[in-house]
């Protein structure tokens, strides 16, 4: 049984530690926003609040970027779209990828059919009892630390080879997981081979392992929601990796902060049939010494209907140190980051709520205004 709206106790644990999610709650026929999903003001995302006009560097995401003419006599200008989006909104779309479309679809579907298991059949992967440490269910970002949830469920899978991800991913979607995690990667060394160029570097297989050491394919799952105006998908965040690849449904509901102009603008991405969406992490801002934005997005929900989406995170091994690259800083005349160990940037990224580009403090060299 759902528990009442204004037990809040009941309801974490409902939803949090039994694994009932929101899906749980939209199930059992919620018809109102419980207080603990009503974001403040500040944080709510009012789709009709303000009408952007369209520039250069917006159009770069409503427009995708077709990948297979870096073959062709377009090279050089495709080569700067990329380049220029990373230095700007942090996000672009591309088409023409090497992920098949049919892959795609696939991803979509698989990632319904989990979370439309019982609860008890997502519960097994909950983070304290899940049979593998590779596989995680739950809900929200950080619910123990938040002061309003996020209006999501999600199942986590970390790759370390083949064999461990078919014998321990969920058996619902590990085949095409594997498989979008396999294509997308192909596609992240090329796009990191152009950023690295753009900076005068070069991207060794060494230097592209240690920067993508560690990937993760997650599952996001948004339920319909009775006051999607007083929630979230996901709050403000950049992500803390190096590259973001991120599939999403034709629903949309994806926004990204402008960081130039007036202060609180934000785009939506248009889903585009067949485009995967792009965005730098906090670790490629680092490395590039500020050159390249980590991008702050967030999600909004909807009443209308359900939304998945399915991101492929490619982030340092724990054990890496990332910092400014040594050429970079001798050009600039100073180091905007200082160097750090990406497994303390992971336990400060994951030991607090979401809070906009907040977690690249922790990398902030004081002495570098």
Same mark, same amino acid.
């Given at each position: 049984?759902?528990?009442?709206?204004?037990?809040?106790?009941?309801?974490?644990?409902?939803?949090?530690?039994?694994?009932?999610?929101?899906?749980?709650?939209?199930?059992?026929?919620?018809?109102?926003?419980?207080?603990?999903?009503?974001?403040?003001?500040?944080?709510?995302?009012?789709?009709?609040?303000?009408?952007?006009?369209?520039?250069?560097?917006?159009?770069?995401?409503?427009?995708?970027?077709?990948?297979?003419?870096? $073959?062709?006599?377009?090279?050089?200008?495709?080569?700067?779209?990329?380049?220029?989006?990373?230095?700007?909104?942090?996000?672009?779309?591309?088409?023409?990828?090497?992920? *098949?479309?049919?892959?795609?679809?696939?991803?979509?579907?698989?990632?319904?059919?989990?979370?439309?298991?019982?609860?008890?059949?997502?519960?097994?992967?909950?983070?304290?009892?899940?049979?593998?440490?590779?596989?995680?269910?739950?809900?929200?970002?950080?619910?123990?630390?938040?002061?309003?949830?996020?209006?999501?469920?999600?199942?986590?899978?970390?790759?370390?080879?083949?064999?461990?991800?078919?014998?321990?991913?969920?058996?619902?979607?590990?085949?095409?997981?594997?498989?979008?995690?396999?294509?997308?990667?192909?596609?992240?060394?090329?796009?990191?081979?152009?950023?690295?160029?753009?900076?005068?570097?070069?991207?060794?297989?060494?230097?592209?392992?240690?920067?993508?050491?560690?990937?993760?394919?997650?599952?996001?799952?948004?339920?319909?929601?009775?006051?999607?105006?007083?929630?979230?998908?996901?709050?403000? $965040?950049?992500?803390?990796? *190096?590259?973001?690849?991120?599939?999403?449904?034709?629903?949309?509901?994806?926004?990204?902060?402008?960081?130039?102009?007036?202060?609180?603008?934000?785009?939506?991405?248009?889903?585009?049939?067949?485009?995967?969406?792009?965005?730098?992490?906090?670790?490629?801002?680092?490395?590039?010494?500020?050159?390249?934005?980590?991008?702050? $997005?967030?999600?909004?929900?909807?009443?209308?209907?359900?939304?998945?989406?399915?991101?492929?995170?490619?982030?340092?091994?724990?054990?890496?140190?990332?910092?400014?690259?040594?050429?970079?800083?001798?050009?600039?005349?100073?180091? $905007?980051?200082?160097?750090?160990?990406?497994?303390?940037?992971?336990?400060?990224?994951?030991?607090?709520?979401?809070?906009?580009?907040?977690?690249?403090?922790?990398?902030?060299?004081?002495?570098?205004?």
């Amino acid at each position: 049984m759902t528990p009442s709206i204004d037990e809040s106790n009941a309801l974490f644990d409902f939803v949090v530690q039994k694994g009932n999610g929101v899906k749980g709650l939209v199930d059992n026929g919620i018809k109102i926003v419980p207080e603990r999903y009503i974001q403040p003001p500040k944080e709510r995302i009012l789709i009709d609040k303000k009408i952007i006009n369209s520039n250069d560097d917006i159009d770069q995401v409503l427009l995708a970027i077709d990948l297979s003419k870096l $073959h062709g006599p377009e090279h050089d200008q495709v080569v700067g779209t990329i380049t220029k989006a990373a230095e700007t909104l942090g996000f672009f779309q591309v088409i023409n990828h090497g992920v *098949t479309l049919e892959l795609l679809e696939s991803l979509k579907g698989a990632a319904h059919n989990f979370f439309a298991q019982p609860p008890m059949e997502k519960a097994v992967y909950l983070k304290e009892v899940s049979p593998s440490p590779l596989v995680k269910y739950g809900t929200s970002f950080v619910p123990e630390k938040e002061m309003a949830l996020e209006w999501k469920d999600y199942v986590s899978m970390m790759y370390t080879n083949d064999d461990e991800a078919h014998a321990q991913w969920p058996p619902q979607c590990k085949d095409v997981a594997l498989e979008y995690l396999k294509s997308s990667t192909k596609m992240v060394r090329i796009l990191l081979e152009i950023l690295f160029e753009n900076l005068g570097a070069t991207l060794d297989e060494e230097k592209f392992e240690s920067l993508t050491g560690l990937k993760m394919v997650n599952m996001n799952f948004y339920p319909s929601c009775p006051n999607p105006e007083l929630t979230v998908g996901v709050g403000r $965040h950049s992500d803390m990796g *190096t590259l973001t690849v991120l599939l999403q449904d034709g629903i949309g509901g994806l926004y990204v902060k402008l960081e130039q102009g007036v202060e609180d603008e934000w785009i939506e991405i248009p889903p585009i049939p067949g485009a995967l969406v792009i965005n730098v992490g906090d670790t490629m801002q680092i490395l590039s010494n500020g050159r390249y934005k980590s991008a702050e $997005h967030r999600v909004r929900t909807t009443s209308s209907e359900s939304r998945v989406s399915v991101p492929l995170f490619a982030t340092p091994k724990p054990s890496e140190k990332i910092g400014p690259l040594p050429q970079l800083v001798e050009s600039d005349g100073v180091a $905007h980051y200082k160097q750090v160990l990406f497994g303390d940037y992971m336990k400060n990224f994951f030991g607090k709520a979401h809070e906009g580009k907040k977690s690249l403090d922790f990398a902030q060299n004081d002495d570098s205004a």
